[in-house]
């Protein structure tokens, strides 16, 4: 009975930890960013100042970039929701290139030093992804045997894929922080506009990733102890 109830919670927070790795996986809002520029301004229908903003949404598969006009004070990230989606965007493979189009230059070290971390982070993601998969058809094979070897393989993995989901998690908090030199960029574009500023802020897929991190560690740990507790049984 107990065994019963592990493999059931085991599985149940398995195919959770599944869900939603693919979820932060496939969609392309790990980083929010909002581009303003108050050097020129236009008056609303309404009679408040309006100016031109830029957002930015990006993952691992695409970036995205669109303008936007807004009034003062307006909460801009409502329109990053998929019910308010702008009607045209310029998107580019994120994968290929760790800047934006406007700072691409591909002759410089940080350039290269960016891609290659870059680079890094998408292995991690997509290793975490597919050791999570795996893990979950091992447990499926190894329910109508009771194969402890194939429970403890499938939690082995979804302890691995926790593991490198929380090493994307943190590398990406490095990558907003520190690596993508958002300080430089700013300075670089006040020199034309002294008004302009950005907004980073961590997406919807770069939350659910730690949601996915517990539910595949805890699956994880579940099944080893369901592995361990049938090795025992039939020795």
């Known amino acids: 009975m107990k065994l019963s109830i592990g493999i059931f919670f085991g599985g149940l927070f398995g195919a959770l930890g599944i869900l939603i790795y693919l979820v932060a996986f496939g969609s392309d809002y790990w980083l929010l960013a909002k581009e303003i520029e108050k050097c020129s301004e236009n008056q609303g ?44 965007k310029n998107c580019t493979h994120a994968y290929l290139s760790p800047f934006p189009q406007n700072r691409d230059n591909s002759n410089s070290t940080s350039y290269h030093s960016a891609l290659v971390y870059r680079g890094f982070w998408n292995i991690f993601m997509l290793l975490g992804v597919v050791t999570a998969v795996a893990g979950g058809f091992l447990i499926i094979c190894a329910a109508p045997f009771t194969n402890h070897r194939l429970y403890k393989a499938g939690g082995g993995l979804f302890l691995t894929s926790g593991i490198l989901f929380g090493l994307v998690v943190v590398m990406h908090v490095f990558w ?60």
């Open 45 to 88: 229908i309404d009679g408040n100042a309006t100016h031109s903003v830029i957002l930015h949404h990006e993952g691992f598969f695409w970036r995205c970039w669109f303008n936007h006009a807004e009034e003062e004070n307006s909460n801009t990230m409502e329109t990053f929701w998929f019910t308010n989606q702008a009607p045209t």
């Open 176 to 235: 907003v922080q520190s690596i993508s030199d958002i300080k430089g960029y700013m300075d670089t574009r006040q020199q034309d506009c002294s008004q302009f500023t950005v907004f980073v802020r961590y997406g919807w897929s770069f939350m659910l990733a730690p949601i996915g991190i517990f539910f595949a560690l805890f699956a994880g740990m579940l099944f080893l102890l369901v592995g361990h507790t049938i090795q025992v049984h039939t020795n």
